[in-house]
């Protein structure tokens, strides 16, 4: 059983990890993407939390005595959402990358929801610490795209003078 | 711009009764694939309230002189998370299973968020409160997946009697 526990969080903390990596691509996809400046600096700055979640992340598989590794052996739904990242850019509209990014972020959240339990099954307190802190981010990252809905549509539908 | 709004206004009610035919796959798969009694109810009971929903946007593009569509057209991300919609079934835990009923959720609070939105700016009412009764549902349910979290590890760990 603990050995079984301890290979599951491997798997979680790879399955997170590659959720991170996917995050920085999308991010940067997204900030390169929109001319506002307001979604602009919302996923630049995003851009640059995820470099850190990623980096704590890769810290904690490699306490594992295991090395991280590109987006490999990641979940159907992750794989699809891995594969989405590069037709991120082709968003056509404000709305559908703040939608795009408020899913990100979730997907985000549910693997850090359970990375946690599963950590603290493992008995494994450090990775419990580094989930919650960046779990407490996604949030607020989430919470940030939330509040741009209206500002989204505005854009969507040319209601500023700022062009998407 | 009146025109431009309107097709707007369509094109993000099509978007959405894509993301509800890909929920109806999704329910269905997800309560097939969960031996577990509490995660089966779920899943069930949101693949019946899904069947609502859908016909209720279906009616909405009709009001428009539109007709719906097999998931088409879709944006980027969303016929990429069509795509892993197939790949469901082979989740292999039931905490991969709730993330991924959750990021469904989301993925679809997000767009009736900016639905209501695009339908306040185009003055269709009838949208607007048919797309709020459908958010507060999907909102309901992301929190009953949310509350679902530790139930879901446990079954993934092995620490009940149930196998997924």
């Given at each position: 059983?603990?050995?079984s526990?301890?290979?599951?969080?491997?798997?979680?903390?790879?399955?997170t990890?590659?959720?991170?990596?996917?995050?920085l691509?999308?991010?940067?996809?997204?900030?390169?993407?929109?001319k506002?400046?307001?979604?602009?600096q919302?996923?630049?700055?995003?851009?640059?939390?995820t470099?850190?979640?990623?980096?704590?992340?890769?810290?904690?598989?490699?306490a594992?005595?295991e090395?991280?590794?590109?987006?490999?052996?990641?979940g159907?739904?992750?794989?699809?959402l891995?594969?989405g990242?590069?037709?991120?850019?082709?968003s056509?509209?404000?709305?559908?990358?703040?939608?795009d990014?408020y899913?990100?972020?979730?997907?985000?959240?549910a693997?850090?929801?359970?990375?946690c339990?599963?950590?603290e099954?493992?008995?494994?307190?450090?990775?419990?610490?580094v989930?919650?802190?960046?779990?407490?981010?996604?949030?607020?990252?989430?919470?940030?795209?939330a509040d741009?809905?209206?500002?989204?549509?505005?854009?969507?539908l040319?209601k500023t003078?700022?062009?998407?």
């Amino acid at each position: 059983m603990a050995k079984s526990t301890q290979e599951k969080l491997v798997s979680y903390l790879k399955d997170t990890h590659a959720l991170e990596q996917m995050s920085l691509q999308m991010t940067q996809a997204a900030a390169k993407a929109t001319k506002d400046p307001q979604m602009h600096q919302l996923f630049q700055h995003h851009h640059e939390e995820t470099k850190e979640h990623e980096r704590l992340i890769r810290q904690r598989i490699e306490a594992h005595g295991e090395a991280v590794s590109k987006a490999k052996g990641v979940g159907g739904r992750v794989a699809a959402l891995a594969k989405g990242a590069g037709a991120m850019v082709a968003s056509d509209t404000p709305g559908r990358l703040a939608r795009d990014g408020y899913v990100q972020e979730h997907t985000e959240i549910a693997a850090y929801e359970l990375l946690c339990r599963v950590a603290e099954g493992a008995g494994d307190t450090e990775t419990v610490a580094v989930g919650q802190q960046i779990l407490e981010n996604e949030r607020q990252t989430a919470e940030k795209i939330a509040d741009s809905w209206d500002h989204a549509v505005e854009l969507s539908l040319g209601k500023t003078g700022v062009s998407a």
